[in-house]
């Protein structure tokens, strides 16, 4: 084995990943799936296929209350071809015949009608009861499906910077790739949670600068000020005039880092010996040196210790947690490789000299300005020596500097290739903020010039998020603003709801001091996390500067509304002293159903392909705003429909469709990652 200290590290890493593997492979199975098709939608689809002998069928529930129908079905192939006239008229009447063989007193359809391009369907209670019960029976597992088993995804998400805070945008990706995460593994995926830390570029700075200016202090905000010093030292030797504008304190307390200085030349020249001794101090790195090493792993517990507080506040733990480093010399083997196959390309002069002609030929049609083409060849003339992976379109990805050096990008295809060999995954996600959607199509696009996915089929996806913005400007937060707003708000939000424990008394809120305490950090936590998924995740995110304010509005966003509601069932459920299920003698219970019942009952059922949409869709808003609506639909029967009077159940069917809602609402805040307490 080689005495290389970090080679040693890495060896590790892969075992625990492969053990680790193993045990996400091992727990998926454990777990068992549920059939999709055994749910109410779902046969009663079947039922409708089978009597039509058609596949193509657009079902859809309907308002009883509005059509007198429950569901609403058109053939979209025949509708098309046949164009709706003729469709009306000779398609439309056979359906409606044959579909009216079903219907009778005792079956599942009441009745069948022609509703211009529709065949409407009247559903008998008898079928709306058995989905009720089929919610009860499955409990925690209804909703899960076993459409995508055997088969795995690794997501990417969070994805922090050794030595830096976490900010706004790893915040919403750690939240987003949570929930994503919950919800592909609710349709059978076996997820493989991964979250992959920037630990090398940069680091001899970070290293040399520790030695010069560090160990006051041992841990991450000491880590966050030298690269501050060394951001500084940077942007003033590359810019005189910046220089020339330094006050008389400013100049005294770089010239405490840098070492003294009196002129721009000067300045310029502390600086390039620091660079030059990170430089030196990172080739040491490279190469396993001890004291590099040995620091280098102490600055990357310290960030991970940093972060590791965050996931812990939030609940959150990914599988696997691997850095740049990891990748590092896959990354240089892979340029090496790829140089003599010819799929990486070093640019030359005569490479130079056809992109320039290119660009040149753009602008005589006027496709660049003279300014833009300038620029353009500029940046043509700095890529000789380096080396590229060739796009389309004249676009080429920089996977080598002319100095020798590898950049993040083709650590990134490293991590790539070694994902789907080791992962064999179905689809392989990354869930990042919206300004790397082109940094991401090229690096996609370079992985298939490669063919780092060895011709395995496997969906490369990038999902972005939007920004986190100032609510009165509209404005992206600053990073460090961003993560400050966030972590304080957890902390905020649970203190806010443990003193509304504290004001409220009666029966069901004679809990402990540390029952209260958990509540609170679970309405917390799932308040802050429904209100970043219940609208599209590519939009923007609001915070107020008031904190107290941005409490209030992440209550008022609807997931701690869905506590709440599921709160109320389960007080009602307890009140009444008896199981829901031997509460009810059978079907004739439900024998006059309101419209109201009706209603909730069809909205249970679409629980399970909900949750399908929002995988395929890849939107976690999709079954928020599901819950939102349910819980909305059962307060409303609820206000028109007590289940309890004087303490007794004259209506039982009334308890079961209490006892069915509160478990639909359970199951699908567990998938949000906002489980709620069992008393609110």
């Not at 190469?287 to 517990?301: H, I, Q």
């Not at 007590?642 to 469709?657: A, S, T």
Request: one cysteine or more.
């Amino acid at each position: 084995m080689s005495d290389n200290l970090l080679d040693k590290l890495n060896s590790r890493i892969q075992e625990d990943i492969l053990n680790k593997k193993r045990s996400v492979e091992e727990a998926r199975e454990a777990t068992g799936y549920t059939s999709h098709e055994e749910y109410f939608y779902n046969k009663l689809q079947d039922k409708i296929v089978k009597a039509l002998c058609i596949e193509d069928i657009n079902l859809e529930f309907i308002d009883r209350k509005m059509f007198g129908a429950d569901v609403a079905i058109k053939i979209p192939g025949l509708l098309k071809e046949k164009g709706a006239g003729v469709y009306i008229k000779e398609v439309v009447p056979v359906l409606v015949a044959n579909l009216q063989k079903l219907a009778s007193p005792d079956g599942d359809f009441a009745n069948v009608e022609h509703k211009g391009i529709y065949v409407n369907i009247l559903l008998n209670n008898k079928y709306l009861f058995e989905n009720i019960w089929q919610v009860v029976k499955m409990g925690t597992n209804f909703g899960q499906s076993d459409l995508f088993k055997k088969r795995s995804v690794v997501v990417d998400y969070s994805s922090p910077n050794v030595a830096k805070h976490l900010h706004a945008g790893h915040i919403r990706s750690t939240i987003i790739g949570e929930v994503l995460c919950n919800i592909y593994e609710a349709v059978g995926y076996t997820v493989h949670r991964l979250n992959y830390i920037n630990d090398w570029g940069g680091m001899g700075y970070l290293i040399e600068g520790y030695e010069r200016w560090g160990q006051a202090k041992s841990n991450n905000d000491e880590l966050y000020n030298i690269y501050q010093i060394y951001r500084r030292g940077e942007k003033l030797a590359g810019s005189e005039a910046d220089f020339n504008l330094l006050t008389p304190e400013v100049a005294d307390e770089l010239a405490s880092y840098y070492g003294i200085f009196s002129s721009f030349s000067e300045f310029k020249e502390r600086f390039e010996d620091f660079k030059n001794s990170a430089n030196s101090r990172f080739k040491n790195l490279e190469a396993g040196a001890e004291m590099e090493f040995a620091l280098w792993s102490k600055m990357r517990e310290w960030s991970l210790e940093e972060f590791d507080k965050f996931y812990g506040a939030m609940g959150i733990k990914h599988d696997y947690t691997v850095g740049e480093s990891f990748y590092a010399k896959r990354a240089k083997d892979l340029v090496e490789d790829r140089l003599s196959t010819g799929e990486v390309v070093l640019f030359t002069d005569s490479l130079a000299e056809s992109e320039i002609n290119h660009l040149k030929g753009l602008l005589e049609v006027g496709e660049l300005t003279e300014a833009r083409f300038k620029q353009l060849c500029d940046e043509v003339r700095d890529d000789i020596g380096a080396c590229f992976v060739i796009l389309d379109n004249h676009k080429r990805l920089l996977v080598k500097k002319s100095n020798g050096a590898t950049l993040y990008a083709v650590r990134d295809l490293a991590g790539i290739e070694h994902r789907i060999d080791t992962f064999r995954p179905a689809r392989l996600i990354y869930e990042t903020a919206e300004e790397q959607i082109e940094y991401f199509k090229e690096l996609f696009e370079a992985t298939h010039v490669l063919n780092l996915d060895h011709n395995r089929e496997v969906t490369l996806t990038h999902l972005a998020h939007g920004f986190y913005v100032d609510t009165e400007t509209g404005k992206k937060l600053a990073s460090r603003e961003g993560a400050e707003s966030v972590g304080n708000l957890i902390t905020e939000s649970t203190k806010y709801f443990r003193v509304k424990y504290d004001k409220r008394e009666g029966d069901l809120y004679h809990l402990s001091s540390e029952e209260k305490d958990a509540n609170s950090a679970k309405l917390a936590v799932g308040s802050i996390t429904f209100n970043d998924i219940k609208q599209d995740k590519r939009f923007a995110i609001s915070l107020d500067r008031d904190t107290q304010k941005s409490i209030k509005n992440f209550e008022e966003s609807g997931g701690a509304y869905i506590m709440y509601s599921l709160a109320r069932a389960r007080s009602i459920m307890r009140k009444a002293g008896v199981n829901p299920a031997e509460a009810i003698v059978g079907v004739e219970d439900f024998k006059d159903m309101t419209e109201d019942e009706i209603a909730i009952s069809k909205r249970l059922g679409q629980l399970p392909n909900v949750i399908l949409r929002s995988a395929v869709e890849d939107n976690p808003a999709t079954l928020a705003n599901y819950l939102l609506t349910l819980a909305n639909d059962y307060n409303g029967y609820y206000e028109r429909s007590k289940v309890l009077e004087d303490g007794k159940l004259p209506y039982p069917h009334r308890l079961l469709i209490t006892s069915a809602v509160a478990q639909v609402l359970a199951n699908g805040l567990k998938i949000c990652h906002a489980e709620a307490p069992e008393v609110i």
